[in-house]
């Protein structure tokens, strides 16, 4: 029982590692001879190693509860327990997912706004919209103003209101009706510079045609037209070109037919993309083989390019509807052009002495 | 809940550095620390406040038990860690005590930490064991056991205490009761 007793304990001071270094060695020859004493150590080792354990959980434990009863268990549990508001019970058990979710929203009213955004560019489209009809509107106004503005011209003396061109070798000049519609008196010009009084002798105001018949002695005689008036209608397309006075030299436009009516869909006119100017009114418009096709007789204001000019067929009529007899060498119909094959250059200068520049007073 | 959370926790690497040094400070910061947590997660899932006092504790002992067993790694917040044992302790008791364990609320990001649980309850058996080996052992055996071994009394303190004549006598009646002790331990 002794023997017993300091076994127990040796074993004990060894593994606990209190025994000398003489007194370890001579312990664990024992142990490698004595398979009971060795036994017994691992038995001891496991038991002291569960005591320990044991110890130090129940240390823990007591630790634990000490810091337990720091807490306010009942002030904290009354926070974070189920709330009776099955609501606020949703918020705590969802938060993540409700933030997901307000993420999304905000994403969704970002997206909102910046349609929102775009559905005012397309407000703003359709006042566009609007202010192009007004445009239009105001366009019709503008022809009228160019109008009025030629007839201030009649008003302000030696200003010029437009171009003509001549119809008959024997000084008939072929004009906008606007262009001389309150003329006192009217002169025409030439690509040299020489003036000659001038009468009107035909107006179409529907058309807005007006012949004029030159009162002159010092007028001579032109030649042979080099041009003739194309009955047909023109297409579009149709590369044409205009010689009018928009200054004081005869000034040479080129472009094309884009619409085969004019402003609002008037069927007596051509749209024609051609750059022109006051004073345009009135010059021939001419295709490529010398044809004339139109006159040109107002432009649209605030679109760029856009041209009108009064169908040739008009010409005709306002033409046939003069005398026959009182026209020398007048405009051909139909027929070839003398024109026809000629580069432009050369066209404009067989062209300019038959284009005049008509000063109202 | 959370405001409170963060108010008083400790960083974890306070946490683990107090644990080893056997610090009750960092213990007791931690414990109260992320009690609301569970606390919370208890009372939520079919739970009151004294299971989640023990689930707490459990979860405590097992980050202990980690810590100073020595293969701790932060792999992820300790926050997450501790939430994520509580969940599995709690889940498991539900399933004893054949609550529905379906529909868990759950507050925080769960990691999988069935290994360190199957760990903890091998040594929670152990425990066990020499909890239910010392209250068989009646007294004064008890006492002098948990002297010596726990509180790491003298065998003369415990001699004067239990009012031994000697050292000896001392020495004899606890290799007796540690006899008993280690038979009941070991049979169990």
Redesign the interface.
């Known amino acids: 029982?002794r023997n017993?007793?300091e076994l127990?304990?040796i074993i004990e001071d060894y593994l606990n590692g209190k025994l000398t270094a003489d007194e370890q060695k001579a312990f664990e020859q024992l142990r490698n001879n004595d398979p009971i004493v060795d036994h017994k150590v691992v038995?001891?080792k496991v038991?002291?190693e569960?005591?320990?354990?044991?110890?130090?959980?129940?240390?823990?434990?007591e630790?634990?509860d000490?810091?337990?009863n720091?807490?306010d268990?009942a002030a904290?549990?009354a926070?974070?327990?189920?709330h009776s508001s099955k609501i606020v019970?949703i918020w705590?058990?969802n938060?993540s997912a409700i933030a997901v979710a307000a993420s999304f929203l905000i994403l969704a009213m970002v997206m909102l706004y910046s349609i929102q955004n775009q559905t005012k560019q397309d407000g703003s489209f359709e006042a566009l919209n609007r202010e192009v009809s007004q445009i239009k509107r105001s366009q019709n106004n503008l022809i009228r103003n160019i109008n009025t503005k030629v007839q201030n011209t009649t008003i302000t003396p030696a200003k010029f209101g437009g171009s003509g061109f001549a119809i008959s070798s024997n000084g008939y000049i072929l004009t906008n009706y606007h262009v001389i519609k309150d003329a006192d008196s009217i002169y025409v010009q030439n690509s040299k510079g020489s003036s000659f009084k001038a009468k009107r002798f035909y107006t179409d105001p529907v058309n807005d045609i007006a012949i004029l018949k030159i009162n002159d002695n010092s007028f001579d005689h032109l030649g042979s037209l080099p041009y003739s008036i194309k009955k047909a209608g023109a297409g579009i397309g149709e590369i044409v070109y205009t010689l009018g006075y928009p200054k004081d030299d005869v000034v040479l436009g080129d472009g094309y037919i884009s619409s085969k009516t004019g402003l609002n869909g008037d069927t007596l006119a051509y749209q024609v993309a051609i750059p022109v100017n006051p004073g345009n009114s009135g010059g021939p418009l001419l295709d490529n083989a010398g044809n004339i096709v139109g006159v040109i007789n107002g432009k649209e204001n605030k679109t760029d390019g856009a041209a009108f000019a009064v169908k040739s067929r008009y010409i005709v009529e306002a033409v046939n509807s003069i005398p026959q007899d009182s026209l020398s060498k007048r405009i051909p119909y139909g027929k070839r052009s003398l024109l026809q094959g000629l580069k432009r250059n050369k066209q404009v200068e067989k062209m300019q002495d038959y284009v005049f520049m008509i000063k109202v007073y | 809940m959370s405001i409170k959370l963060s108010s008083s926790v400790p960083t974890d690497r306070e946490v683990v550095l107090g644990i080893l040094n056997n610090s009750e400070e960092a213990l007791n910061k931690l414990y109260i620390g992320y009690y609301p947590m569970i606390l919370q997660f208890i009372l939520n899932n079919n739970g009151g406040e004294d299971d989640a006092k023990d689930v707490y504790q459990e979860t405590i002992i097992v980050l202990y038990n980690k810590i100073k067993g020595g293969n701790f790694e932060l792999s992820s917040k300790l926050k997450t860690y501790l939430y994520s044992v509580s969940r599995r302790i709690w889940l498991k008791k539900l399933t004893q005590q054949s609550k529905k364990t379906n529909n868990i609320a759950d507050f925080e990001d769960v990691l999988i930490v069935d290994e360190d649980i199957e760990h903890h309850e091998q040594k929670d058996m152990q425990f066990d064991k020499m909890k239910v080996a010392l209250e068989s052992l009646g007294e004064p055996c008890k006492t002098i056991i948990e002297d010596f071994y726990i509180h790491s009394l003298s065998m003369h303190d415990i001699c004067e205490k239990f009012g031994y004549t000697n050292t000896d006598n001392a020495k004899t009646q606890k290799y007796k009761c540690l006899q008993r002790l280690k038979k009941l331990f070991f049979q169990s």
């Open positions: 029982m017993e007793i127990e304990a038995a001891h038991f002291l569960s005591m320990k354990q044991y110890a130090d959980i129940l240390v823990l434990k630790q634990m000490a810091a337990h720091q807490i268990v904290i549990s926070t974070v327990r189920p019970r705590r058990n938060k």
